[in-house]
Antibody, heavy 126, light 111 residues
Framework: QVQLQESGPGLVKPTQTLSLTCTVS??????????WAWIRQPAGKGLEWIGR???????NYNPFLKSRVSMLVDKSKMQFSLTLTSVTAADTAMYYC??????????????????WGQGTMVTVTS | QSVLTQPPSASGTPGQRVTVSCSGS????????VNWYQQLPGTAPKLLIY???QRPSGVPDRFSGSKSGTSASLAISGLQSEDEADYYC????????????FGGGTKLTVL
């Protein structure tokens, strides 16, 4: 079955750059009916969408994080990545990667996150 | 404070029917489909309802979703102890070049 696995440093210093990778297994990363996303969740708080990227490289970011976020996809490695610059304590969170399945239901585009990684905790601390 | 408003908590006894609301605006729920996610303690979220009222394969029919205007609802009938979890609504918002919003989440307690 399709699985996503996040990887990256668990600790990042303030002002530095957070870099995470998500490895996709059990399915192609190149399918046009899917895109790939990052979502985070501070401890005890709700979910926040960070952004999405298609295998083609087309991407959209959360407008409130846009100046600090970058995403890339490496189809040969079946991976996509997240880079978040100038981190602060407010960026401390569980970071999830997820797959969105794009389809049309009753004439409307729908793109739910149908597969999630287990998450990786990132703490910003000096 | 999230743009999509959910009650922070809800509760019910086993067998009861519980609903969780998600209130938005014309630029998000009013224009786009709503998805619902269930997050059990210590785990990643799981897709529960997509496109307002569609259940993915494997989700019991005790879970149902609906949408009217700028609000959406998740209903859980025949409440079970294993339904105790956090529930999140999500949809696109058409402002600022488009982005996905999550509701603040509702913690469901089975009494």
């Amino acid at each position: 079955q399709v699985q996503l696995q996040e990887s990256g440093p668990g600790l990042v210093k303030p002002t530095q750059t957070l870099s995470l990778t998500c490895t996709v297994s059990g399915a192609s990363i190149s399918g046009g009916e899917y895109y790939w996303a990052w979502i985070r969740q501070p401890a005890g708080k709700g979910l926040e969408w960070i952004g999405r990227i298609y295998a083609s490289g087309s991407k959209n970011y959360n407008p409130f994080l846009k100046s600090r976020v970058s995403m890339l996809v490496d189809k040969s490695k079946m991976q996509f990545s997240l880079t978040l610059t100038s981190v602060t304590a407010a960026d401390t969170a569980m970071y999830y990667c997820a797959r969105a399945a794009v389809s049309i239901v009753r004439g409307k585009i729908t793109d739910p996150f149908d597969i999630w990684g287990q998450g990786t905790m990132v703490t910003v601390t000096s | 404070q999230s743009v999509l408003t959910q009650p922070p908590s809800a509760s019910g006894t086993p067998g009861q029917r519980v609903t969780v609301s998600c209130s938005g605006s014309s630029s998000n729920i009013g224009s786009n489909t709503v998805n619902w996610y269930q997050q059990l303690p210590g785990t990643a979220p799981k897709l529960l309802i997509y496109s307002n009222d569609q259940r993915p394969s494997g989700v019991p029919d005790r879970f149902s979703g609906s949408k009217s205007g700028t609000s959406a609802s998740l209903a859980i009938s025949g409440l079970q102890s294993e339904d105790e979890a956090d529930y999140y609504c999500a949809t696109w918002d058409d402002t600022l070049n488009g982005h996905i919003l999550f509701g603040g989440g509702t913690k469901l307690t089975v009494l």
